[in-house]
Nanobody, 121 residues
Framework: VQLQASGGGLVQPGGSLILSCSTS????????IGWFRQAPTKGREAVAY????????YYTDLAKDRFTVSRDAAGTTVYLQLASLKPEDPAVYYC???????????????WGQGTLVTVSS
């Protein structure tokens, strides 16, 4: 099982960015792809997840109304669209795979390497 996150970069406050998570090697057991983030000096926090097969999504409070998670038709690439970015959003954003629908990072067994999002004017 492999995941690779990409798409991070520098964006101005209020701007948008689309992160991608390419996945491969999955069995049907690993059906939830979650997005997490970790800012310097802070612990990792959950952002959202998507159930690959049916496209059902869940957002934590930090993501509601600003971020959107989606997948391609084949279910091999998952996206996290970031909008209205704020000064508190800079972090390394990770995608991960779980066999249950969860926002608990301990339920995610496979992780991508992360992609850095910077918000600055």
């Amino acid at each position: 099982v492999q995941l690779q996150a990409s798409g991070g970069g520098l964006v101005q406050p209020g701007g948008s960015l689309i992160l991608s998570c390419s996945t491969s090697g999955f069995t049907l057991d690993y059906f939830a792809i979650g997005w997490f983030r970790q800012a310097p000096t802070k612990g990792r926090e959950a952002v959202a997840y998507i159930i690959k097969r049916v496209g059902r999504t869940y957002y934590t409070d930090l993501a509601k109304d600003r971020f959107t998670v989606s997948r391609d038709a084949a279910g091999t690439t998952v996206y996290l669209q970031l909008a209205s970015l704020k000064p508190e959003d800079p972090a390394v954003y990770y995608c991960a795979a779980s066999n249950i629908a969860s926002v608990d990072e301990d339920d995610y067994h496979y992780w991508g390497q992360g992609t850095l999002v910077t918000v600055s004017s």
